[in-house]
């Protein structure tokens, strides 16, 4: 996992059980920055987050999912 994909799944779970829009993501991830690289990295970590099943798409908003969750609560401290 990369550091923008722990960056956006951290975020989600921070925020869960709330829906995010794809756009809160990428300000709160790249801090306002609107370059395409910087933009393209988020949207490639919320594509590998569902693709994985940490992460799930409802249009444009995205949210953590079950297994995200469990997960969380069973890492070591």
Request: hydrophobic letters at 45%; charged letters at 25%; a negative charge.
């Amino acid at each position: 996992m990369t550091g923008v994909d722990s960056g956006v799944l951290a975020l989600l779970l921070e925020h869960h059980p709330a829906l995010l829009s794809t756009d809160e993501v990428a300000r709160a991830i790249t801090a306002g920055d609107e370059s395409f690289k910087a933009r393209d990295e988020v949207d490639v970590a919320v594509r590998e987050l569902v693709e994985s099943g940490l992460a799930h798409r409802l249009d444009r908003f995205v949210f953590a999912s079950h297994a995200a969750m469990s997960y969380r609560y069973f890492e070591a401290p």
